[in-house]
């Protein structure tokens, strides 16, 4: 029967290691970390945006500091499932929900008007971005509205 010397397996110094298999598995195990972490990201918005919605205020939603501070998010869903912008004409939308937001890019000229809610969670370095929007129909008045994800934030 061979015998197994544990004396030298015991013996590699870490930078044997590390030249082996070891730095692989290091670098497999960042690289892990680093592509789940907004998944992470993407969850926890999903569920804290769930716990802390709350009902829609016009002036609130108006208010651009609460805006950049993540408010208009926590009234979405109430706004949508209301269905209090459908029938409105562009002036009473406007009235509503205040001036449609800047920094529009071309995946949203399909639409009237859009305006900017949040960055979208686990979006890399902020690149998408959920964006409220409505389309007119026939008469000028609001037919559809949701909420969709389009590249670049506002100005």
């Given at each position: 029967m061979p015998r197994i010397d544990?004396?030298?397996?015991?013996?590699?110094?870490?930078?044997?290691?590390?030249?082996?298999?070891?730095?692989?598995?290091v670098l497999l195990v960042l690289l892990g970390v680093l592509l789940l972490l907004p998944l992470g990201r993407s969850l926890h918005g999903v569920l804290s945006a769930a716990a802390e919605d709350r009902p829609f205020d016009a002036s609130e939603w108006r208010n651009a500091e609460k805006a950049r501070a993540g408010e208009?998010?926590?009234?979405?869903?109430?706004?949508?499932?209301?269905?209090?912008?459908?029938?409105?004409?562009?002036?009473?939308?406007?009235?509503?929900?205040?001036?449609?937001?800047?920094?529009?890019?071309?995946?949203?000229?399909?639409?009237?008007?859009?305006?900017?809610?949040?960055?979208?969670?686990?979006?890399?370095?902020?690149?998408?971005?959920?964006?409220?929007?409505?389309r007119l129909g026939e008469g000028g008045r609001v037919d559809e509205v949701r909420v969709v994800v389009a590249i670049r934030e506002p100005n």
């Open positions: 544990y004396k030298r397996w015991s013996r590699l110094e870490p930078s044997s290691w590390l030249k082996g298999a070891g730095m692989p598995l208009r998010e926590t009234m979405v869903r109430d706004l949508l499932e209301s269905g209090a912008l459908l029938g409105l004409n562009r002036d009473e939308a406007r009235t509503m929900l205040g001036e449609p937001g800047p920094g529009r890019s071309a995946e949203l000229d399909e639409w009237d008007l859009a305006y900017w809610i949040a960055p979208e969670p686990g979006a890399l370095l902020g690149a998408e971005s959920r964006w409220l929007v409505l």
